[in-house]
């Protein structure tokens, strides 16, 4: 099983001005991991002090305990990387192209057959005599995922791998990740929260170069509570039965005669009391939250973090 | 220190199992990728085309004069031909090198290529060595069509007896080395650059626009042009001149002279050698150091 660690890591690009501020977290095993945070927070800066393809100006990162600066060819030998938008030559062809991957990962002729037949398979790759130049940007975006997957490294490093892709491929890819995810260990950075909630097992928020949460996806929902709640009723509610749960609620907004979103203040004892006055409002066949919660954490821990500032 | 990853076991059905990659093998492989999209790219055949045109022009012109014209000419000897013919040899070297050498590293930071590469487990002094040996190859393509027609012209106004073949391979060795030069200077400028166009004209610019200039101004200080690799590349023609001349001073009116310098084939050799040792370390260098900031 694979590794990745950064120790308190910290880079700039100008003098004063950091990019990444004193990182630390490691990772081993299997599972994945969502890298969260706004653009310019340093998630594709993270993943690429990683990959050594940025030095780290204080603290170290590895890839299965060696440092990418120190021996690049052990450091990467078992990961797949997907950073940025990679783009093989445009002059060959969709096999060669991850050939040259398949054999630089230790792939015998054969068994580069069969691993792009096998990624193939995953993804359903654009015709191997097709050019990359050729090809559209999403089809381009599985070839690079492909990229990723050849020869099976154990560790994988994912800068929003399902960019660019239509809601068919992302469908696929997710089920491939949770696949994935089993046997190997990725870090996965994304702007989609659907997905990572859907993906990953745990979660780190990040946000001006610092780390704001790390946590379980699972566990999260514990700490930041959702303030929006869809209530759907058995039966037709007037609007005016509604207007009972105004002292308890911030907002309140008709979906269609049955359904309702409440805006509130999000603690437990304001839900438990909406609750209460939904049944005695009428019958209550759904009561959930309104939006993911991940994204509503994503929001308020940003938020959190700018007042502090 | 660090121990050399195991194999990896097949396990299960289907499954693969990989090797530990040698540095020998990765550089193999990195050679057949950069030759496989250098002799597909529109420069490899507009600068192929662009020399066989050029090269077919001369000879067409040469024929139209006759073989008694030719032969005054060159002073009836092959050897004199082919080296008046392969003086140009130089350029198409230079251009070529700049062509494949210009963007070979630059294309790294200022495209995706580099996210495609330089993620893959090969160490970047590796990289650069396969690049290096495919430009170098695609570049002797190139100047072995000049080479093709300049070789013909000797066979056809000569007869194929005459054609001094050694002098000739001697030649063809001199200008492999000159393209190692140029590609080493190109490297170095790629591996400095961003953008690949800079790359590709900068190269272009400081091997010839550039030495060409200064070559002349220091003759006309009467200061031989040793530092220039251009005037090294006199070398490659040199090998087949039966009369050279290494320094001629040419009258420019009363008490007044000019002295132009040819490099001895040592000479050149030693210019050429001199430039491998001191730009390729410096390109491997600065390409090991550069990140991945865009």
């Given at each position: 099983m694979?590794?990745?660690?950064?120790?308190?890591?910290?880079?700039?690009?100008?003098?004063?001005?950091?990019?990444?501020?004193?990182?630390t977290f490691?990772?081993?095993?299997?599972g994945?991991?969502?890298?969260?945070?706004?653009?310019?927070?340093g998630k594709?800066?993270?993943?690429?002090?990683?990959?050594?393809?940025?030095?780290?100006?204080?603290?170290?990162?590895?890839?299965?305990?060696?440092?990418?600066?120190?021996?690049?060819?052990?450091?990467?030998?078992?990961?797949?990387?997907?950073?940025?938008?990679?783009?093989?030559y445009?002059?060959?062809?969709?096999?060669?192209?991850?050939?040259?991957?398949?054999?630089?990962?230790?792939?015998?002729?054969?068994?580069?057959?069969?691993?792009?037949?096998?990624?193939?398979?995953?993804?359903?790759?654009?015709?191997?005599?097709?050019?990359?130049?050729?090809?559209s940007?999403?089809?381009?975006q599985?070839?690079?995922?492909?990229?990723?997957?050849?020869?099976?490294?154990?560790?994988?490093?994912?800068d929003?791998p399902t960019?660019?892709?239509?809601?068919?491929?992302?469908?696929?890819?997710?089920?491939?990740?949770?696949?994935?995810?089993?046997?190997?260990?990725?870090?996965?950075?994304?702007?989609?929260?659907?997905?990572?909630?859907?993906?990953?097992?745990?979660?780190?928020f990040?946000?001006?170069?610092q780390?704001l949460?790390?946590?379980?996806?699972?566990?999260?929902?514990?700490?930041?509570?959702?303030?929006?709640?869809?209530?759907?009723?058995?039966?037709?509610?007037?609007?005016?039965r509604?207007?009972?749960?105004?002292?308890?609620?911030v907002?309140?907004?008709?979906?269609?005669?049955?359904?309702?979103?409440?805006?509130?203040?999000g603690?437990?004892?304001?839900?438990?009391?909406?609750?209460?006055?939904?049944?005695?409002?009428?019958?209550?066949?759904q009561?959930?939250?309104?939006?993911?919660?991940?994204e509503?954490?994503?929001?308020?821990l940003?938020?959190?973090?700018?007042?502090?500032? | 220190?660090?121990?050399t990853?195991?194999p990896?076991?097949?396990?299960?059905?289907?499954?693969?199992?990989?090797?530990?990659?040698s540095?020998?093998?990765d550089?193999?492989?990195?050679?057949v990728?950069?030759?496989?999209?250098?002799?597909?790219?529109?420069?490899?055949?507009?600068?192929l085309?662009?020399?066989?045109?050029?090269?077919?022009?001369?000879?067409?012109?040469?024929v139209?004069?006759?073989?008694?014209?030719?032969?005054?000419?060159?002073?009836?000897?092959?050897?004199?031909?082919?080296?008046?013919?392969?003086?140009n040899?130089?350029?198409?070297?230079?251009?070529a090198?700049?062509?494949?050498?210009?963007?070979a590293?630059?294309v790294?930071?200022?495209?995706?290529?580099?996210?495609y590469?330089?993620?893959?487990?090969?160490?970047?002094?590796?990289?650069?060595?396969?690049?290096?040996t495919?430009?170098?190859?695609?570049?002797l393509?190139?100047?072995?069509?000049?080479?093709?027609?300049?070789?013909?012209?000797?066979v056809?106004?000569?007869g194929g007896?005459?054609?001094?073949?050694?002098?000739l391979?001697?030649?063809?060795?001199?200008?492999?080395l000159?393209?190692?030069?140029a590609?080493?200077?190109?490297?170095?400028?790629?591996?400095?650059?961003r953008?690949?166009?800079?790359?590709?004209?900068?190269?272009?610019l400081?091997?010839?626009?550039?030495?060409?200039?200064?070559?002349?101004?220091?003759?006309l200080?009467?200061?031989?042009?040793?530092f220039?690799?251009q005037?090294?590349?006199?070398?490659i023609?040199a090998?087949?001149?039966?009369?050279?001349?290494?320094?001629?001073?040419?009258?420019?009116?009363?008490?007044?002279?000019?002295?132009v310098w040819?490099?001895?084939?040592?000479?050149?050799?030693?210019?050429?050698?001199?430039?491998?040792a001191?730009?390729?370390?410096?390109s491997?260098?600065?390409y090991?150091?550069?990140?991945?900031?865009g």
């Open positions: 694979g590794s990745f660690e950064v120790t308190g890591v910290t880079k700039w690009f100008r003098p004063g001005s950091p990019v990444l501020s004193d990182l490691r990772y081993d095993g299997a994945a991991i969502g890298y969260l945070g706004p653009n310019g927070s594709t800066t993270t993943l690429k002090l990683l990959v050594g393809l940025l030095r780290p100006s204080r603290g170290h990162a590895t890839l299965n305990g060696i440092d990418p600066m120190v021996d690049r060819k052990r450091a990467l030998w078992d990961v797949g990387a997907l950073i940025e938008s990679p783009e093989p445009p002059t060959l062809n969709v096999f060669e192209a991850l050939e040259t991957v398949g054999r630089a990962r230790g792939l015998a002729s054969r068994d580069v057959d069969r691993e792009v037949d096998r990624c193939n398979e995953l993804l359903h790759l654009p015709p191997f005599g097709e050019r990359i130049g050729w090809l940007k999403g089809q381009r599985r070839v690079a995922l492909a990229s990723a997957l050849i020869g099976d490294p154990s560790v994988m490093l994912l929003e960019s660019g892709l239509d809601p068919a491929e992302r469908v696929l890819v997710r089920a491939l990740l949770n696949r994935l995810k089993r046997d190997h260990l990725i870090l996965m950075s994304s702007h989609q929260m659907f997905e990572v909630t859907e993906v990953c097992d745990q979660v780190v990040l946000h001006a170069g780390i949460l790390r946590e379980r996806v699972d566990r999260v929902e514990d700490r930041i509570r959702s303030r929006q709640l869809d209530v759907e009723f058995a039966a037709p509610v007037e609007p005016g509604v207007s009972a749960l105004r002292p308890l609620a907002e309140i907004v008709p979906r269609s005669d049955r359904r309702w979103r409440i805006s509130f203040d603690t437990n004892e304001t839900r438990i009391q909406i609750l209460r006055r939904c049944q005695e409002i009428g019958e209550v066949v009561f959930s939250s309104a939006s993911l919660v991940l509503e954490a994503y929001l308020e940003i938020d959190t973090s700018e007042e502090a500032t | 220190m660090v121990a990853p195991k990896t076991p097949a396990e299960g059905p289907g499954a693969v199992s990989r090797h530990f990659v540095d020998f093998e550089w193999r492989i990195v050679t990728h950069q030759l496989q999209h250098y002799l597909r790219t529109n420069r490899f055949f507009g600068l085309t662009f020399v066989a045109v050029i090269s077919a022009l001369t000879l067409s012109f040469e139209s004069a006759g073989v008694a014209a030719v032969r005054v000419e060159q002073l009836y000897r092959s050897s004199e031909y082919l080296s008046n013919y392969l003086s040899a130089g350029l198409w070297i230079i251009l090198a700049a062509f494949f050498g210009g963007d590293l630059s790294d930071f200022s495209t995706g290529a580099g996210y590469m330089l993620v893959l487990p090969v160490r970047r002094s590796v990289l650069l060595a396969g690049r290096y495919a430009a170098v190859l695609v570049t393509a190139i100047a072995g069509v000049y080479y093709v027609f300049a070789t013909a012209g000797a056809y106004f000569f007896a005459s054609v001094p073949w050694a002098g391979a001697e030649s063809l060795g001199v200008s492999a000159f393209a190692l030069a590609l080493s200077v190109a490297f170095c400028v790629s591996s400095f650059f953008s690949p166009a800079a790359g590709v004209l900068v190269t272009v400081a091997l010839y626009v550039g030495f060409v200039t200064l070559a002349t101004v220091f003759e200080a009467g200061i031989e042009p040793w220039s690799l005037y090294a590349g006199g070398a023609d090998v087949l001149d039966t009369d050279f001349i290494h320094q001629q001073t040419v009258p420019l009116g009363a008490d007044q002279y000019y002295i040819v490099a001895t084939v040592v000479e050149g050799i030693e210019i050429m050698a001199a430039y491998i001191a730009f390729l370390p410096l491997v260098y600065l090991h150091r550069k990140e991945s900031t």
